[in-house]
């Protein structure tokens, strides 16, 4: 009779569970490759540090889990063979409860917990002078940021979108104004929280050019889910460029349907909660539009940046973002028909 290979003395449950595992681990490598958010594909040298350890834990707990199993199953076939019990009295029984009840387990507890605080600390220091200095502000539920000069004066606020120049380190002050918020882009770095009274330090730095996406990572409510970001690394000129753009206040409308749209803008009840630099809007509870229609996104990457998704927003923003703090505003076809060219104007 020629012997049954190892896994066909499993029974079928069994089997089948082991079948899936190992589908999952053959497909983890490239799950890995190239997502827009996903710590298993680093952009940065701090991002790599985390993605390095993450794959060592993974590893040893992999080994762990397979070591435990063969010695269940062997345990298993063993007793199913009538082989005789050694009672853990004996020395040999005494060396599996310390070595592997607690000698291995502390020592491999050990050995992780200081390869995390080594990289914790790596990946929290301050990087090499010369950084990008942006204050990042967590509301309920967007992204409010500040792009500080040297001086610690702020030159320009966007909202949701955050560009930085590849190869320059970032320093990220975070706050909060409710309640607590995390910062987290998973290929540039680990996660931070915002907590409000308080600034925590965030670092990290694009080695390449991409766009990722970066969401909150601390339970803060209904939209917590929808509270995402996006961070733009580009060449530094182009960077340059961008943030001067944005430093400068909003174009003037381009036409006589632009200025009907301004006008119904400034007449609203928009003007309270939002900015829009050089006109008289200057509300700051709510995301600066100064440069809206430069952004990808809105409502904090709930809706891509475009004229039907802006519409849907205007007039309905509890469909879209149920729970927002930002209230319907009723027009005519024709009132947002000219509120949408003008705001479509804000470059
Ligand atoms: Cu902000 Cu979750």
């Known amino acids: 009779m020629t012997p049954r290979p190892c896994i066909s003395r499993l029974c079928r449950p069994c089997r089948r569970v082991a079948g899936l595992a190992g589908l999952g681990l053959a497909a983890l490598p490239v799950l890995a490759q190239s997502w827009a958010q996903s710590a298993l594909d680093p952009a940065g040298p701090q991002a790599r540090q985390l993605a390095v350890l993450s794959w060592w834990m993974f590893g040893i707990a992999a080994a762990v889990l397979a070591g435990v199993t063969l010695l269940v199953l062997w345990a298993v076939l063993r007793g199913r063979r009538g082989a005789q019990d050694r009672p853990l009295g004996t020395r040999r029984g005494l060396w599996v409860v310390v070595g592997g009840g607690v000698l291995l387990p502390l020592v491999s507890a050990i050995a992780l917990l200081g390869a995390s605080l080594a990289v914790g600390r790596e990946t929290s220091g301050p990087g090499p002078g010369g950084a990008l200095v942006v204050e990042v502000t967590g509301h309920r539920w967007w992204w409010e940021a ?19 120049p590849v190869g320059r380190p970032v320093r990220v002050l975070l706050k909060s104004e409710d309640v607590i918020h995390s910062f987290w882009a998973p290929n540039l770095q680990g996660k931070t929280d915002m907590v409000p009274g308080r600034t925590n ?8 050019e991409g766009t990722w996406r970066g969401q909150c990572a601390e339970f803060c409510g209904l939209q917590h889910a929808m509270m995402a970001f996006l961070i733009v690394a580009e060449p530094p000129a182009r960077f340059e460029a961008w943030l001067q753009r944005q430093a400068q206040p909003a174009a003037e409308p381009a036409d006589a349907l632009a200025r009907q749209g301004r006008q119904l803008f400034e007449s609203r009840a928009c003007v309270m909660c ?9 509300g700051q509870v709510a995301p600066d539009l100064t440069h809206l229609a430069s952004r990808r996104t809105l409502a904090a990457g709930r809706l891509p940046n475009n004229r039907g998704s802006l519409a849907a927003w205007i007039v309905d923003p509890q469909q ?6 930002m209230p319907p505003t009723r027009l005519s076809g024709d009132e947002l028909h000219a509120l949408l060219h003008y705001l479509e104007g804000l470059r």
Not at 274 to 282: Q, S
């Open 146 to 164: 500040h792009y500080l000069d040297p001086q610690g004066l702020r030159v320009a606020t966007v909202a949701n979108e955050l560009h930085v």
């Open 201 to 208: 330090v965030a670092w990290f730095q694009a080695e390449r």
């Open 274 to 282: 939002h900015a829009v630099r050089g006109t008289v809007a200057a």
């Open 320 to 325: 879209v973002k149920p729970g927002t703090t």
